[in-house]
């Protein structure tokens, strides 16, 4: 029950303990109710550390450790708190478990009940501690002030009863050798994401994904610069996914450069961008985003996870490479292919729009238009032979990012081209002033 009222205080009353024990509870518990007003999940663990090579061996020891505990009660160990007692894993696993997961624990405080035992010989809240303290005003004066202890304990899951409050801290498994190890996908309630360093690495890659995506759609968007009028359906889905994308960038780079974010703004921030990208993909459901849960991060991350990773492929798969051309001569064209995966199972399509009506075209491209390597395309223009052959799509792959005024042609990987493109890694193209104003692209799309 907490104490939000003050102690009246009154010329020539006699004063007890009771009456400061009572002040200092107040002022404890109305930070703690405006603590949780203001945020929620106001507890959990700012960091913490096990030593993990006495894990190993069967001791669980809390090398360091700060947070809060469910209560309000803060701890700092071991700038203001001392260690609790090393645990025996030995004696807290029974043959058939598996895992156990270990918690930082202390007794409740509980009403009209003592917490605090002067002789230390009973269970309570506090202990005592005795301190010298020198005089700030007098230097040379000394005096010796007894402080209350938190009686901390480390304790495993089947050990933690109705007596105690407790911060789950980590899981530790059987390693299969005889000893123990830290189980690295548990994932603690926490104050600050930086205290796990395995979900700072999470966000990293999150990160990373999401700016390959970017330069990925940017660069196989059929126009370049602003948004305009006369955009095709695809180009606006494009531009809008990446604006989920990018908008999404800022809050993810300020969660892991600053480390001290609580768990609930980067869910926030992870969600948003979930629900931003259900808007693209037909079978994805905003109801799919998990509910935020202060014991289950790690379950919460990995589903958040594994739904932004799948809905990141809707709008430009990442098994399609767009090669990236520029003019070498007149009417040459030529591009490195630096994805390996192009020479593996892949189909290679040409793309290709022009002024010409589409039956000269679907007609004129497979018998002027050359590929070959970016040396080999040159001579088959100057001895007038043929490159790799290419048949007319009616249908283009749903794999690509097809457009209604384009019209598209299968490259065939076969023959002494291919065979020289395989060599050099590198693709030329001879696009004829006879196909008119004609602008082309290649898109290859490599296996899953």
């Known amino acids: 029950m907490k104490c939000l009222s003050r102690v009246v205080w009154s010329e020539g009353m006699h004063l007890t303990p009771q009456h400061f024990q009572l002040q200092s509870r107040y002022f404890e518990d ?59 894993l030995h004696e807290i696993f029974t043959p058939i478990d598996s895992d156990m997961i270990l918690h930082i624990a ?11 035992d002067l002789s230390d010989t009973k269970r309570t809240r506090f202990g005592v501690v005795e301190k010298v303290v020198r005089d700030e005003t007098i230097s040379t004066e000394e005096y010796r002030i007894t402080l209350s202890r938190k009686n901390l304990l480390l304790l495993g899951a089947s050990q933690i009863d109705k007596s105690l409050i407790s911060i789950p801290i980590a899981r530790v498994v059987r390693d299969g050798k005889g000893g123990f190890a830290i189980d690295p996908t548990f994932y603690p309630p926490l104050l600050r994401i930086g205290a796990v360093e395995d979900l700072l690495v999470r966000v990293q890659h999150m990160i990373e994904a999401i700016e390959a995506k970017i330069l990925i759609t940017r660069s196989g968007q059929k126009r370049t610069g602003s948004f305009e009028i006369g955009s095709s359906a695809l180009d606006v889905a494009s531009y809008w996914f990446l604006h989920s994308l990018c908008t999404a960038i800022p809050p993810l780079r300020n969660q892991l450069s600053a480390r001290d974010g609580h768990p609930e703004e980067l869910y926030l921030a992870l969600s948003s961008l979930a629900g931003s990208l259900c808007t693209f993909a037909l079978d994805a459901d905003p109801s799919e985003i998990p509910a935020y849960d202060h014991l289950q991060l790690n379950a919460v991350f990995s589903r958040l996870e594994r739904l932004i990773y799948r809905n990141l492929e ?121 196909l008119g104003a004609a602008v082309f692209e290649v898109t290859i799309i490599t296996e899953a």
């Open 30 to 88: 109305l930070l703690w109710f405006l603590n949780g007003q203001l945020h929620n999940h106001p507890w959990g663990l700012l960091s913490f550390g096990l030593d993990t090579d006495l894990i190993r061996n069967g001791s669980a020891v809390l090398s360091f450790g700060s947070g809060i505990f469910p209560d309000g009660l803060i701890f700092d160990i071991p700038d203001s708190d001392l260690r609790p007692q090393p645990l025996n």
């Open 106 to 116: 202390v007794p409740q405080r509980v009403d009209q009940q003592m917490t605090t």
């Open 314 to 434: 809707v709008v430009v798969p990442s098994n399609t490479v767009t090669l990236n051309f520029t003019q070498t001569e007149p009417a040459i064209f030529t591009a490195p292919v630096l994805d390996e995966r192009s020479f593996r199972r892949s189909r290679w399509i040409l793309g290709i729009r022009s002024n010409l009506s589409e039956s000269t075209l679907i007609r004129q491209v497979p018998s002027s238009l050359k590929i070959c390597s970016a040396e080999g395309v040159v001579k088959l223009v100057q001895r007038a032979l043929p490159g790799l052959e290419l048949s007319h799509v009616p249908v283009p792959p749903s794999a690509i990012s097809a457009q209604a005024d384009m019209h598209y042609f299968s490259i065939a990987s076969a023959g002494p081209c291919w065979q020289h493109i395989l060599a050099t890694r590198q693709v030329g193209v001879y696009l004829p002033n006879e």
